[in-house]
Nanobody, 124 residues
Framework: QVQLVESGGGSVQAGGSLRLTCAAS????????MGWYRQAPGKQRELVAS???????TYADSVKGRFSISRDRAKDTVLLQMNSMMPGATAVYSC??????????????????WGQGTQVTVSS
């Protein structure tokens, strides 16, 4: 079974930095896209940043120039470096991946996976 393991959430003061890591494990052939979403209280979930298999990255307008997403292909891991954080970034952050994988000897399937979510709090 493919799983996404998240780490790096926590509290940080406004203007500070935080780093989120998401590692995919299991029998995986390809990760087509991988990144982070967030959902703040009373708001809908939104994409923060993601990166594709061919290294195309996407960022929310609110984080451009301050957040950076990168990949470690050997470890099936994505890193989100968050700098100059603002209180508005307080939310539950969830890792997402579009994965071709399998639970042997089952079929190969391409599907979306989600991490359990990690709280990020930015204080004033």
């Amino acid at each position: 079974q493919v799983q996404l393991v998240e780490s790096g959430g926590g509290s940080v003061q406004a203007g500070g930095s935080l780093r989120l890591t998401c590692a995919a494990s299991g029998t995986i052939t390809t990760i087509y896209d991988m990144g982070w979403y967030r959902q703040a209280p009373g708001k809908q979930r939104e994409l923060v940043a993601s990166i594709t298999n061919d290294n195309v990255s996407t960022y929310a307008d609110s984080v451009k120039g301050r957040f950076s997403i990168s990949r470690d292909r050997a470890k099936d891991t994505v890193l989100l470096q968050m700098n100059s954080m603002m209180p508005g970034a307080t939310a539950v952050y969830s890792c997402h991946a579009d994965v071709l994988g399998r639970q042997s000897p089952g079929p190969w399937l391409r599907r979306n996976y989600w991490g359990q979510g990690t709280q990020v709090t930015v204080s004033s």
